[in-house]
């Protein structure tokens, strides 16, 4: 029998829940062999099992804090192996945190950075060279239609976000050529984890608001194939980010407490 080619490999973090899990179940069941990445190693092992046995995919699993220097190397150590080279890297894990800066901790706002900043250029700078040598592969940061504008004053979450933005657009921009997409995720609010576990109330918040995260994942994996450099996913949400990138800052900052309590938060 003549070879078979190999299997593409997915490298997700963020991927117990939530997007991630949205990523690698679309992924696994467009036949890659997928990475998956998160701090639960109990949820990752039950995902792992679940994606293999339902799509004959090979999947394996790193427990790791990308907000830690371990954790981080951990991944790049993957990310830099040339035996079985990573495809595609979608750096998903991130937080927020439900609180103004005057009220928050040094540490709190250094983990932030760390997994919201650091994690996503370590990463995406330890897989490019091997992409590169191949002239193939893309990487999908995910960010926010937050990060377009300051929609939460007192926050550096918007900042760590437009930072993603900036940065995918920019590194994508000198890649293009070796033949590799970067695409910066851009969605809006989404029923998963992530407000519960920054302690965000949704309570009342208008149902037009929330997004499917397997509507996400299809719509940035088709922008990815496009080439594009930013994935803001359904026109609602495109009309927002156009919204806050042009109209000016003044008006931004008039609107954003009204948003705010919207979707029930406070200004701090």
């Known amino acids: ?26 992924l696994a069941a467009r036949r890659w062999d997928l990475v998956l990445v ?8 039950a995902a792992a099992r679940e994606l293999s046995e339902r799509h004959g995919v090979a999947v394996s699993v790193i427990v790791a804090d990308l907000a830690t220097e371990p954790g981080c190397v951990a991944v790049e ?22 609180k103004g800066f005057l009220r928050s901790t040094l540490e709190d706002e250094t983990r932030i950075l760390r997994l919201n900043v650091e994690a996503v250029m370590r990463l995406t700078f330890a897989v490019l060279p091997q992409m590169t040598e191949r002239r193939s592969g893309g990487v999908i940061n995910v960010s926010s239609v937050a990060g377009f504008g300051v929609t939460a004053p007192g926050s550096t ?10 940065f995918s657009e920019s590194v994508g921009q000198s890649v293009r050529r070796h033949g590799i997409n ?8 989404m029923r998963t984890e992530f407000q519960q576990r920054a302690g965000i109330p949704t309570a009342g918040s208008p149902g ?46 008039r609107f954003s407490a009204a948003g705010n309590r919207a979707v029930g938060r406070r200004p701090h």
């Open 208 to 253: 037009w608001m929330w997004l499917d995260a397997d509507s996400v994942v299809v719509a940035a994996l088709s922008d990815l194939h496009k080439g594009r450099y930013v994935s803001v996913p359904t026109l609602r949400y495109k009309v927002a980010a156009t919204a806050l990138r042009y109209t000016p800052h003044a008006l931004v900052r």
């Open 38 to 45: 998160a701090r639960d190693g109990e949820r990752l092992a």
């Open 182 to 189: 970067v695409l910066a995720l851009c969605p809006g609010f």
């Open 77 to 98: 150590a993957r990310l830099r192996d040339t035996a079985a080279p990573v495809e595609l890297l979608v750096n998903n894990a991130g937080i927020g945190l439900n």
């Open 157 to 166: 979450y918007t900042a760590t976000k437009a930072y993603v933005i900036n």
């Open 1 to 26: 029998m003549p070879d078979q080619p190999p299997r593409r490999v997915a490298l997700i973090t963020g991927a117990s829940a939530g997007l991630g899990a949205a990523f690698a179940r679309h």
